[in-house]
Every structure is written in structure tokens, then in C-alpha cells.
């Protein structure tokens, strides 16, 4: 079945360790999205990428980066991960404005 | 400004009584609707979706929506829960200019009772 898919499932880090987080899609998407929830709050948006183009949102704080070496894959880097970088991390594709499909997650915690 | 509001944070029924949660949202331009449900330690999964047309629109599991452009309401419906439907459920407008993305609502959690 097409899917999204992210590893791993669970990350344990140290403060201040750098973390990757990844994403695949097998369904041709030419949009990813990385999502950071918390505990009983909605998704909040760090970035997207439109094919190629990089779109970070205006309070994504610096010490997130992303990389999209080709369709399928998407990276999260998180350089200096904090207590307060624990979440859930999502990661969303699509074709353009249409749904998006969700991957299962990727729970941090930092340690 | 773009917005969405769920009222309801927590919502508590029966199993077996019917369902509606309320969703409404503020947007300049004809909207994208999406309704997801997230079990505890998962993915979002979507319910159905609005881009145009019949405004009562249908979505898996037996959940239905319907968008009223008078009241900028897409509330969505069941008419009898069962108890695998406890869930966090987001409410989410598509924007259509521009870049693509969600502005989600805050989410309401349901919870079902035997």
C-alpha cells in the first residue's frame, strides 16, 4: 500500500545531542510537511516543501532545519534538541492542495 | 485573519447516541474543509473532506459533515457513536493561495461511555 512512512517511532536524545528524524512517501507526493504536536495540541506547521522549494514558517525556531534530497525522502534535523523539543513529530504529504496523508509519528524525548 | 474554532474541547457521550461537533472557521476565499481524526499516540487520519459541490458530504467510519457558507460552519456528525470513536478529532482549512497548508482548529476530544 502507498504510504508515508517515519523513522523511527520513538527517539530518546540528550539536551543539547543532534537528533534526525526521517520520512519517506511511496505515493509520489510533490509536497512534505513536518509537524511538531504536543500533548493534547493541534499539529503546529514547522515547514513544507513544494517540490523543491523550501517553506519554513515564520516562528520555526532556527534550531530546526529540513532536507528533501529527493521526492521520497524528507529529513528533520533538530541541531540542539531542548527539553521543550519534546513531541510528536508528523510528517504530512500531498499533491499540491488536496489532503494531506499523514504518517504514524515520531515520539522524541529528550533527555 | 485565518482561523479555525473548535468550541468544544471535550465532548462526552453515550455509545450509541449521535454525535456533532462543531466546527467554524474564517477564511477569505472559498475554503478547503478537512476533518481528521488522531487516536492516542498516532497519525492523523482523514474523515472526509469539502472542496466544492454537495454540501453535505460523506467520510468513512459513518461520519458526515456538512458546510454552511452562511454561518462558516463545517460541523461534523454521526448518528450513533460507537466506542471505538473516542479520539481526538481536528477540524482544518486548506489554503488555496499561495503556499499549500493547514490551519488547524484546537481539536476536541471525545470520549465514549459504555
Known amino acids: 500500500d502507498a504510504m508515508v512512512i517515519q523513522n523511527p517511532r520513538y527517539q530518546v536524545t540528550q539536551f543539547g545531542k543532534p537528533v534526525t528524524l526521517s520520512c519517506s512517501q511511496t505515493l509520489n507526493h510533490n509536497v512534505m510537511y513536518w509537524y511538531q504536536q504536543k500533548s493534547s495540541q493541534a499539529p503546529k506547521l514547522l515547514f513544507h516543501y513544494y517540490d523543491k522549494d523550501f517553506n519554513n514558517e515564520a516562528d520555526t525556531p532556527d534550531n530546526f532545519q529540513s532536507r528533501r534530497p529527493n521526492t521520497s525522502f524528507c529529513f528533520l534535523d533538530i541541531r540542539s534538541p531542548g527539553l521543550g523539543d519534546a513531541a510528536m513529530y508528523l510528517c504530512a504529504t500531498s499533491i499540491n492542495a488536496d489532503e494531506q496523508f499523514f504518517g504514524p509519528g515520531t515520539r522524541l524525548t529528550v533527555l | 485573519a485565518q482561523s479555525v474554532t473548535q468550541p468544544d474541547i471535550h465532548i462526552t457521550v453515550s455509545e450509541g447516541a449521535s454525535l456533532e461537533l462543531r466546527c467554524n472557521y474564517s477564511y477569505g476565499a472559498t475554503p478547503y474543509l478537512f476533518w481528521y481524526v488522531q487516536s492516542p499516540g498516532q497519525g492523523l487520519q482523514l474523515l472526509l473532506k469539502y472542496f466544492s459541490g454537495d454540501t453535505l458530504v460523506q467520510g468513512i467510519k459513518g461520519f458526515e459533515a456538512e458546510f454552511k457558507r452562511s454561518q462558516s460552519s463545517f460541523n461534523l456528525r454521526k448518528p450513533s457513536v460507537h466506542w471505538s470513536d473516542a479520539a481526538e478529532y481536528f477540524c482544518?482549512?486548506?489554503?488555496?493561495?499561495?503556499?499549500?497548508?493547514?490551519?488547524f482548529g484546537t481539536g476536541t476530544r471525545l470520549k465514549v461511555l459504555a
Open positions: 482544518a482549512v486548506g489554503t488555496t493561495s499561495g503556499t499549500y497548508k493547514y490551519i
